[in-house]
């Protein structure tokens, strides 16, 4: 297998296009070769008068000695799993979200046939109770944009981006192609499937899930378990179930599985997490800041990942959504929670982003490990009344927060959050900490992206789910305290959006299969 690294392409063209191209820059003869795939695809616009495509492929060719100055790779092997397990019970994995599901597709695959227990609605009727609620106002608190099939990240920009170096990452994405996403989440740089996409590939991994022998079972909320001789009693809403294996797949807004955690010593851990806003910006403009206005390319809509070293705090971007909304992410009435979300296309007027500060595990006094979450519950709770207690978001122009002042008016910039939003002071949210580093970090920011803190810029409130508040420990079997129960994901403690929290439903199912039976 050849490799082909930094391949400049300045035009628009084929995958096709894109080999013949390399075959011709390395001189390679085209009946040499037996195969090729793209790995990488980025655009480079540190020049903005001379944006290119950045691409890499590995061409496997008949005799590899025939080009010994091209760069050689070996073909990637999959990661073997060996199957142990015996047992006559069906493991359990209480929630849908890309953890809990890629746990239930890895363990199908190998023959074994889970039990899916999920509080909220299958996605098709799912997206009826999130529009609803983006409608009318009227929330279901078991069925909303946190839970439900395929948990919070069906109603994002499904962003398959990671900070994390795994192999399994190539199997994360393949197996989102094999179901029906776009070719090209398995080589671009930024991969991102679109709330669109993810909804109908859900659908077609429950479905292979079942025809596997898997089980799901829907409004069925886990309320608690029971523990005898090695089985596990688990007990839901409307049925009871056994197992001699329980995952945990909760996903961060799982806050009464971590109060029955607590209540029965299973150890956890505070955690550090992130709190903040939500920006708006016009895309365009953050196009013409990233690209420049010269270049000719087909690009897709520009994105931005920043960072801001305070003197105490940390204020980063996360989950920027390009062409996309701000929703409704409340799992609790008399709550806001507020997301991104954009569609594949990513083709709307306005670009948001995440605004978020560190928030320490130490920064709370006593030996609550459920503190930071009761943080969150107070800023959600606060958003609500100062929107006006009745699921409108509060808001505020970027110019009127830095000055601490209540906006009065909206300028060009057309805020996207539904059902309402009301006009407010978004200071008196925050600690005086996460004010000052939000402030400092979004002056930071425009010296980045050009326009950043424009002053009809909105600001929405709040954020507080981005990361879960606690770690539920584990042991190196993947294991809680108790045997057999495996905390797994992002509510967790485990992991940090869709890619990862996929990872890891990979890593459990295979302790569970390859786990001898005692």
Do not use: W
């Amino acid at each position: 297998m050849l490799r082909i690294d930094n391949l400049k392409i300045y035009e628009d063209i084929t995958e096709e296009e894109v080999f013949y191209e390399a075959l011709k820059k390395n001189k390679i003869e085209k009946q040499d070769t037996l195969d090729y795939n793209i790995v990488k695809k980025s655009i480079d616009a540190r020049n903005k008068n001379n944006v290119y495509y950045n691409y890499a492929l590995n061409i496997e060719v008949k005799d590899e000695n025939k080009y010994p100055n091209i760069k050689k790779v070996a073909i990637e092997e999959k990661i073997d799993i060996i199957p142990c397990r015996k047992s006559s019970y069906k493991p359990i994995i209480v929630g849908s979200g890309p953890a809990g599901l890629f746990c239930a597709l890895k363990l199908s695959e190998y023959g074994y046939k889970p039990i899916i227990i999920e509080q909220g609605s299958k996605v098709e009727d799912r997206v009826k109770a999130v529009e609803e609620y983006r409608n009318t106002g009227v929330l279901n608190e078991s069925c909303n944009v946190q839970f439900g099939e395929g948990g919070a990240g069906t109603f994002s920009d499904g962003k398959l981006t990671t900070g994390v170096s795994s192999p399994l990452i190539k199997e994360v994405l393949d197996t989102f192609y094999k179901f029906g996403a776009p070719k090209e989440i398995t080589y671009i740089n930024k991969p991102h499937i679109g709330t669109d996409n993810l909804r109908n590939i859900i659908v077609n991994m429950r479905k292979y899930i079942e025809e596997k022998g898997g089980e799901y079972y829907f409004n069925t909320k886990f309320l608690d378990y029971e523990k005898k001789d090695g089985v596990f009693k688990v007990i839901c809403n409307n049925k009871t179930f056994e197992t001699d294996t329980l995952v945990l797949a909760i996903g961060h807004s799982g806050r009464d599985t971590y109060k029955l955690l607590k209540s029965k010593n299973i150890p956890m851990n505070r955690k550090n997490f992130s709190v903040g806003l939500r920006i708006e910006h016009k895309q365009k403009k953050i196009n013409e800041s990233q690209y420049g206005t010269k270049t000719k390319l087909k690009l897709p809509p520009a994105e931005y990942k920043l960072v801001y070293h305070g003197k105490d705090r940390t204020c980063y971007t996360f989950c920027m959504c390009p062409g996309g909304e701000v929703i409704a992410s409340s799992s609790e009435n008399g709550a806001i929670v507020t997301n991104g979300m954009s569609s594949f296309k990513r083709d709307k007027e306005n670009a948001n982003g995440a605004l978020l500060v560190n928030v320490l595990a130490t920064d709370f006094s006593g030996n609550d490990v459920l503190a930071g979450m009761y943080f969150q519950e107070e800023l959600e709770q606060k958003a609500f009344k100062l929107g006006g207690s009745n699921n409108y978001a509060p808001i505020q122009r970027v110019e009127d927060y830095l000055n601490n002042r209540k906006s009065t008016k909206i300028g060009e910039i057309i805020p996207t959050y539904k059902p309402g939003y009301t006009l407010a002071n978004l200071n008196e949210l925050f600690p005086e900490y996460i004010n000052k580093t939000l402030k400092e970090g979004i002056i930071d920011f425009d010296k980045k992206i050009h326009g950043f803190a424009t002053p009809d810029a909105i600001l929405t409130g709040v954020e507080t789910r981005s990361s879960a508040p606690i770690t539920i420990l584990r042991n190196d079997e993947l294991e809680s305290s108790e045997k057999n129960l495996y905390p797994c994901g992002e509510g967790a403690g485990y992991a940090g959006g869709i890619t990862t929290a996929a990872i890891d439903g990979i890593k459990i199912a295979k302790k569970i299969i390859e786990k001898i039976d005692s």
